[in-house]
């Protein structure tokens, strides 16, 4: 089934009418383009739990920083909306920068993410989570849905984004799906597309220092970060950002329990971030 584009507001509306009138539950993945099966993983969960499906692709320049990647964010729309047909999307809604900021991108007001949104990603992103929280505030009001889906990937958004829906009372249900990997350990990304073959093996170093700190996780924290820091030490051509362990709420170090490792990199002009998730056992215990 081809799906619906809507390219403004009134005729995302317009499509969406019957779905409303019937009260039919809609499911939605707000995405930035350039999917890649790590999108398709998030269609096919909202295919499970929606009656009706949502994918929105818009590439949000408030998210980025000046000094980033915003003009040259990949875009692929043609492949997109090739994908969303082949996973039985209903409707992909395609806005314009116009559309969503009408009072331009440095006008209207701004969703403030709060402490979490202060550290890690946000202490090298000052402004992303503004941009990051203010769009998804806007997309959700637009689209309505019932669940709306986000990865693991970008495991501090989704944090965010579950404080966003629970302190402004949004009725959504965050659904979240695990990150999709390649053979070898790396994250999907549409950032990937950025790396040269070399850099690509050279970017294997941060999924292997997830993997080696999960695996130590026996033997408590400070091995966990050990065991990943000499994984990455020996990879000089990864710039690390930051290397973290955390509970699951992105509060306090844990010493037992439900544990998160994330970890964020540069390997040539390309920031890469990747986590991953553990029960961590207290000194070895």
Known sequence: MTPSIADTVNELNEALTPSRLAMSPVAYVPTMGALHEGHVELMRTARAIGDVVVVSVFVNPTQFGPDEDFSRYPRTLDADLAMCEKEGVDIVFVPSADEMYPFGIDGGPRVDPGPRGTVLEGASRPTHFHGVLTVVTKLLSIVRPSQAVFGEKDYQQLVLIRDLVRTLFLGVDIVPVPIVRESDGLALSSRNAYLTEAERRQALALSRALFAGRDAAGDGAAAVLAAAQEVLDAE?????????????????????????L??????????LIDNVGFTLDADGE
Not at 262 to 271: E, P, Q, S
């Open 236 to 260: 000089p051509q990864v710039e690390v950002d930051y290397l973290a362990l955390t509970d699951p709420e992105l509060e306090a170090p844990p010493q037992r329990g439900e544990a998160r």
């Open 262 to 271: 994330l970890v964020a990199g540069r390997v040539g002009a390309t920031r």
